[in-house]
């Protein structure tokens, strides 16, 4: 069967309507719905038929979009969440509870960090970091016979290292656990982390999948690979029957294709209700509409204004995947072979003081804790986000106070340029 490329998917996946039904996905603004008998309702209750009874577990609209963006990783089922954090959670609390151990690339998200160093640490979960840049030996040695899963970001925020899927992926299958990916910066139009050996990917939709800036969002998708029975000692809850289910083994009743979301859906969608309202899962779809024709975009502005930046006298540094001789070029070829995104970090040789004095003088470019929106933004982590910090904690933990994380959004890049050359012309 002929192959549907990323972008036609990117527009018309999730949604085929039938004679006579709305074009567009349609926004089914309802709590609940009708059921004739009991018995019908029981049996979705039990799991025992597909449809719909209460929006904080399942929506058509959320469903559209989820499968839509499944289709674009190559899934086999999604789901949204109504924040990147809940998917991160989500994914992770699916496969470890208290007892458990993870092991975790230590470049990811601020908040990532946070929910698994600090509040699953609480939950009774443990962690060792590792460096995404760590050896085989040092990997392996990170695991535990209790560790549940593996987790990185194929393209990290705000460092921008990018992770070796493969090598993480070989390590997490050796010991016998899933490789969840957090692909939010590249978007499946740039990698697909599950045809290089990720098993899980999760994204925070609020990102370049909106890319307007309108509606804060996550999505969790299964490349379904994981066989879950081959290892069942490990994982007890798709392998074992659920009694808040009337006893269903996930993993037998749904495969491997659907047992890891239908469970994630049941028990923790059920459980923690971090749904995305379906007004924002229309949002999102609108914004995956046109995701493949802007991540180019993204991209194109982002190499620019690396290669502007790389040679101004008054920028000590830049951090971008696509510019020949970062440190990792070589990996980006691999994976990210049409682009990585138009996120960029960069130091001036004035530090903390150069950097606020040159954004105050940016005219395009606003000061905002976002990234990835179609509109330029930057910030000076060391000023805002992690201002608690001092000078050496900042050098530390890799974000110099100086650095300043620059998201090149789909404005005329002579123009970012441009304005990126005055605000350096007044320090
Ligand atoms: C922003 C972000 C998150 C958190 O997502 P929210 O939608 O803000 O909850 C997680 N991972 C990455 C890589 C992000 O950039």
């Not at 925070?204 to 066989?227: L, N, P, Q, R």
Request: hydrophobic share 35%; charged share 20%; with cysteine.
């Amino acid at each position: 069967m002929h192959q549907q490329g990323k972008g036609t998917i990117c527009v018309q996946g999730g949604y085929t309507p039938g004679n006579g039904e709305p074009r567009q996905i349609p926004i089914v603004q309802s709590t609940t719905f009708k059921y004739a008998t009991s018995e019908d309702m029981g049996k979705l209750f039990d799991l025992e038929a597909p449809g719909y009874f209460y929006t904080r577990l399942q929506n058509p609209t959320n469903d559209y979009v989820a499968a839509k963006i499944a289709e674009l990783e190559g899934g086999t089922a999604g789901m949204l969440t109504s924040s990147g954090q809940a998917a991160n959670f989500f994914a992770l609390f699916n496969l470890a509870s208290c007892g458990d151990h993870l092991v975790v690339s230590s470049s990811i998200y601020g908040g990532t960090f946070n929910l698994i160093a600090v509040t699953m640490k609480k939950m009774g979960i443990e962690t060792t970091f590792v460096s995404p840049d760590c050896t085989d030996e040092e990997l392996n040695a990170a695991f535990r016979p209790n560790t549940k899963a593996v987790f990185g970001e194929t393209i990290a925020n705000p460092a921008l290292t990018v992770l070796d899927i493969e090598q993480f992926a070989r390590a997490a299958h050796a010991h016998g656990v899933p490789l969840i990916v957090d692909n939010t910066f590249p978007t499946p139009v740039n990698c697909r982390p599950i045809e290089w050996g990720a098993d899980i990917v999760t994204h925070s939709t609020t990102k370049y999948m909106d890319g307007h800036g309108v509606a804060v969002g996550g999505a969790i998708v299964d490349g379904g690979k994981f066989d879950w029975m081959a290892h069942a000692d490990k994982f007890p809850g798709l392998t074992t029957p659920d009694d808040s289910y009337h006893g269903i083994t996930y993993a037998e009743k749904f495969g491997m294709g659907g047992a890891f979301i239908t469970k994630c859906t049941a028990q923790l969608m059920r459980d923690f209700g971090s749904i995305q309202s379906p007004q924002h899962a229309f949002y999102l779809n609108l914004g995956l509409e046109s995701l493949h024709v802007r991540m180019k975009r993204h991209c194109e502005n982002g190499q620019a204004v690396a290669e502007f930046l790389q040679a101004h006298p008054k920028v000590s540094r830049v951090s971008y995947c696509g510019l020949p001789g970062d440190r990792y070029h070589e990996r980006a070829l691999k994976y990210l072979p049409n682009g990585s995104c138009g996120v960029v970090s960069f130091e001036l040789t004035g530090g903390r003081e150069a950097a606020s004095a040159m954004m105050k003088a940016l005219r395009l470019a606003a000061i905002e804790t976002h990234v990835a929106d179609a509109r330029t933004c930057c910030l000076n982590p060391a000023s805002s986000t992690h201002r608690q910090m001092t000078d050496e904690q900042l050098a530390e933990a890799g974000i110099p106070a100086g650095l300043i994380r620059m998201s090149c959004g789909l404005e005329d890049k002579e123009d970012l340029i441009a304005d990126l050359s005055q605000a350096l012309d007044t320090i």
